[in-house]
């Protein structure tokens, strides 16, 4: 890092530079970036595109009074670093470190907390029209993604927010030609189209440097006749926007002049930037997909193939889909611009006219594959947990009421680690099980959530299998399509006095906290249906239940439980251990998982502290 960065403790620093210095910060900025990244991990290609983007944005607008939202957020690393929070790169995405997206209670610069796609123009309105009414002369700018333009979200916001012509919203579409898979849809093709028409571009910006003073007003009033002729009309502009650009968004002698100009305009503007993923590195730039989310990496080498040993349970999903595509051609996968993150890539390559992208869509997704399924398809629908939340009226209302054959395999289920409270899929276990005609499960191993899918796939209704997010215990697999008795669990150790209910991915830590304590454990494997007759047997043959599972415990698995015993009549000491009521910030996942208290030692310690006197004496001495 050389000086012109250290100069800068805030926007208020980057503004008094003069603007012939500003390259050089964007070229130290591009540096620091990349070797910061290479050390925490975190996303790397989106920063690397938005790194002149953000000098002009706070060279030009008095942050934090003019409000930046970012949407998504996960390019906020360059706006990290020039708001204050360069020396604290070193803790991105780590345990009580620096978050890897915008979070209002981090910094006042981050005007509103994102991670979620497609938010940003609503809220940004918001802010402006809040500032309208306050009478308040300060900006509200919306920086959006085209992938996440293709959100209906996103054109719910614009249609509102066109009707306002004195309010101070500045919309800028970061156009980079991706979101974290390839583009999809007619949107995409309409940018292109746009940053096609280069003839338009060139002749007015000609015509104004040539044409004297005195025919620049007759000049202006043909502008809009000629745009129409030359470029189809802008969609934006329909929507009563004053659409600005393409401009070129590594180019700030076109960004600042231009921001410049629109902060003395009134009423909605939309200002069209285009960008490169992975600008400045060349390797992130010829394969953005693979540098959007790296972990450490030597940037003079690249990223070096993953050489785990066990296979992680998004690629047990990849692997089962593809198997079971071959199996049934009615299968159908489907996901909201995941292809990667959710293990798609090699069933798209095998079966592509069974795959279906739709975008940074989730609501659409789930309807969409509630259409397929109504005409006789399967649809499988790979989407994260935390993403489903997005599309849950339409989960209720448009499969569930409908009692629809939709499969849904959900990644990332429980904590997360760095990508924090935004991304953990804690509630998805509370969520789904009050739905009527659901089936949900959650496998405690590779081969059982191989199980689970095909039997959820087998299911004629709406079925959910939770898995959580890296790599699983090592398990083997079948190659088989083997499908489980529905809603029936099993005891994998039997204890005394005490027995352990567990679930997914609790099944494993629960085992290890049973052995020093003598306790019973049973795999649950299905959340609804419960399995109200082990549950019963359990309760009758022990002095006390735990039921553990890595979701919220507010109405939660263990909430079935002691629904189910009080439906049969039985009082029985229950003790619940899960993800407790609050948001749980980023950091390690054992580090997460033993702060709620979900690891071996924490099962053990809990055990105790609530039945120890249940436990033989030696037993509860000893403990772990």
Partial sequence: MTSLLQQIQSPADLRKLPRPQLKAVADELRHFLLDSVSKTGGHLSSNLGTVELTIALHYVFNTPEDRLVWDVGHQTYPHKILTGRRDRMPSLRQYQGLSGFPKRDESEYDTFGTAHSSTSISAALGMALAARTKGEQRHAVAIIGDGSMTAGMAFEALNNGGVYDDVNLLVILNDNDMSISPPVGALNR????????KFYAAAKNVGKSVLPSGMLELAKRLEE????????????????????????????????PTLQNIRSLKGPQFLHVVTKKGQGYKLAEADPVLYHGPGKFNPAEGIKPATSSKKTYTQIFGQWLCDMGKADPKLVGITPAMREGSGLVEFEKQFPERYYDVGIAEQHAVTFAAGMACEGFKPVVAIYSTFLQRAYDQLIHDVA?????VTFALDRAGLVGADGATHAGNYDIAYLRCIPNMVVMAPADENECRQMLTTAYLYPGPAAVRYPRGAGTGAATSEALEALEIGKGSIVRNGSKVAILAFGSMVHPALLAAENLD??????RFIKPLDKELVVQLAQSHDALVCVEEGCVMGGAGSAVMEALAEAGIAKPVQLLGLPDQFIDHGDPAILLANCGLDAKGIAASVQQRFGDLLTPAVAATGT
């Fill in 401 to 405: 009421l409908q009692n629809l054959d």
């Fill in 519 to 524: 306790l019973t454990v049973a795999n649950m």
């Fill in 190 to 197: 309409y940018l292109a189209r746009l940053l096609s028409g």
């Fill in 225 to 256: 006749h000629a745009k129409g002729m030359i470029v189809p009309a802008t969609m934006f502009e329909e929507f009563g926007f004053n659409y600005i650009g393409p401009i070129d968004g590594h180019d700030l002698d076109s960004l600042i």
